[in-house]
């Protein structure tokens, strides 16, 4: 254990894997990503392990050389976590365990324990627990006396059943009655929803870490927990906002993120409905990461699965205060202008022409350019207030006067 600024940080590990279809640089986005997914959960990470495979072992994952390799660094430092970056199966997961004799962790089990640490309320709590619930069933072996701490054994065994089936059929149950309890709070807050009027519905939606909550906060005046860490909000925030004259409601929803766990996207369903049912998306990029339209690829792919991909939506990227275009030297014949050499004015005009002027940048934390925000989102949201109660044009005038 490593103990910095009075938090106790686990050594951990990282494995990944340079395969045809995820070359070396795409590789080391999703370590860093994942690294700072170990430090969200509280890991500091002490070392990087990747290996070049066609196909990953169906055993062990990694080659039995590489393994050994993660073995001895492990045994050495009295690592105490080794986190892969893509699932693993049961099998893979065990075998693995039995070799390097400590915690085990795939990406989706990573992100399923910072869900359980960040679910604050009831609603959010149930959601968590169900999905780990999914992800812990093909997984039971070894496991009984966890569960028999729970449910207690006596009286749950049938005749020449084994414990393994056992179980199964407590966590099957569980599962079932989880469920059950989802779908009933699911009524309530399809109830509450269908009460909210006839305002127009705006949902923030994006990567995780962007600054969805910091936005919420400026703009709706509220004070939604706001954090540097991935998946600081897990609970759907509304909050009636009002520019100039024109009321709406803002709902602040669960950051998106690469290689988004199944488990979690089933039983945050709910969550997502904010969005299925929002006449407005405003999609918020953070501007200064370097993969910022991957993250924007992979928002749209989950909006996609969820078909709220054709929803009218604004492009509001982020954190133009913290964005640095890398030095380009204009003479240099060799070495040619990227994307990444672009200054902020000309993303803008790039983005601008890409979307036909829906998209602004912003800094929410710096409130750098929000005149222009606040008014493209007025503008947005009457258009859409409008073309529903034509006879209200008059209330709301085209524009803000005023900032």
Partial sequence: ??????????????????????????????????????????????????????????????GSGKLSEVELFV????????????????AQQNNIEKLLRCKILDRTGLILDIFAQRAKTSYARTQVELAQ?????????????????????IGMRGPGETEIE???????????????????????????????????????????????STLMNVISKSHVFAENKLFAT?????????????PFLLSDTVGFIRKLPTQLVE???????EVQEADLLLHIVDISHANFED???????????????????????????????????????????????????ELEASWFSKNNDKSVFISALQKDNFKKFREKVYNTVREIHVTRFPYNHFLYPEGLDEY
């Fill in 166 to 212: 056992t179980d199964r059929r407590i966590v099957r149950d569980k599962i079932s009655l989880l469920k059950k309890k989802l779908m009933l709070i699911d009524k309530q807050m399809a109830t509450q929803r269908g009460n909210r009027g006839e305002l127009v519905r705006v949902a923030l939606v994006g990567y995780t870490n962007v600054g969805k």
């Fill in 75 to 90: 045994d050495e430092h009295e690592v105490s976590t080794v986190v892969f970056d893509d699932e693993l199966s049961p």
């Fill in 133 to 153: 619930y999914q992800y812990l069933l093909p997984r039971l072996k070894g496991l009984w006396s966890h569960l028999e701490r729970q449910r207690g054994g």
């Fill in 234 to 246: 897990l609970d759907t925030t509304v909050r009636k906002v009002v520019i100039g004259n024109l």
């Fill in 267 to 273: 039983s945050f369903k709910s969550t997502l409905d």
């Fill in 295 to 345: 993250h924007i690829e992979s928002v749209n792919q989950i909006l996609q699965d969820i078909k709220s991909i054709d929803k009218p939506t604004l492009m509001v990227f982020n954190k133009i205060d913290a964005y640095k275009p890398e030095l380009w030297d204009p003479d240099d014949l060799i070495i040619k202008k990227t994307k990444s050499n672009y200054t902020i004015e």
């Fill in 1 to 62: 254990m490593i103990e910095q600024k009075s938090l106790v940080y686990e050594k951990t590990v990282l494995v990944g894997v340079i395969t045809p279809q995820q070359n070396e640089r795409k590789s080391k986005e999703y370590l860093d990503e994942l690294e700072f997914l170990s430090f969200t959960a509280g890991g500091e990470v002490i070392k990087r392990f990747t290996q070049k495979t066609s196909l990953p072992n169906p055993k062990t994952f990694i």
